[in-house]
């Protein structure tokens, strides 16, 4: 029955909790933004290690998450990613010929958070340059379900450094940033390479943004996960998202995005959409 299991289980692309603080500006001094929002996922297909696709059983993610940045100091933001209800469900398999049919499973929880710190350089200048010091905490479950193999988090402490650069083309309505990053994983992980470029635009009201992020892992890490499973060692992938924010007010709006991978490894083949409320202030 687990072998069954393993078989069709894959890692959920986390694209919007992996990019959501890629600028290069820090918050004011006491000036903040917080996020409530919903992560869908939903496939019967996945890009197995050799990158070609393969069909699966469908599987979905559903995360409900609260994205908050505030400023500490004027160079200081502390970033807080805390997806505190994950619900995972695999679909029944029937056989058509016998009529038999496997059950499903589910399993739902805490998610795996992340903590940390922001510091921005030139923040006066054209382009501004910030680093950030990220903390992955393994508060997600691991082996639940009734199989016993399906997880809300990965189980390790794993640490990320990385650079953002960005530049306002004011007074023209649009900005540009950059960013690369290491993200040192424990327990037995490779360690991954990550990057991403991001092009927003104001019209007003609506605020439209263009991104694209990948994941290079180094390949130097021995955890024994299987092909395809939750969370899985060596993930890469490339990823373009559109995301559309409208202000509703000046301190309220609404945003909506959709990701996907153009070239991936041990990861879905499926958008991902997220929608959800944000204030900021």
Partial sequence: MKIKYLSVLIIILSISTQTVFSQGWVKEKGDGYIKLAENIVSSNKYFAPDGSTVD????????????????????????????????????????????????????????????????????????????????????????????????????????????????????????????????????GFSDELRYGFELGFTFKKFIPIIKVNGVLPFKNGNALTSQGSLFANNIEYLSPSFELNYQITPKLGVSGSVAGAIYAKNVLKAPNYNAGFYLKW
């Fill in 56 to 187: 699966i059983t469908t599987i979905n993610q559903f995360g409900t998450s609260i994205y908050a940045e505030y400023g500490i100091s004027n160079k200081i933001t502390g970033i807080l990613n805390f997806p505190f209800y994950v619900k995972q469900t695999i679909n029944d398999i029937q056989f058509r010929q016998s009529g038999k049919t496997i059950p499903g499973d589910q399993t739902s929880g805490v998610g795996d958070a992340d903590l940390g710190i922001k510091y921005g350089f030139f923040q006066d200048k054209k382009i501004v340059l910030s680093t950030s010091l990220v903390f992955g905490l393994p508060f997600g479950k691991t082996g639940a379900g009734e199989t016993g193999i399906l997880q809300t988090g990965d189980g390790e402490f794993n640490q990320m450094l990385r650079v953002d650069a960005s530049h306002s083309f004011y007074p023209k309505p649009v900005y540009a940033s950059i960013y690369t990053g290491f993200n040192n994983r424990t327990k």
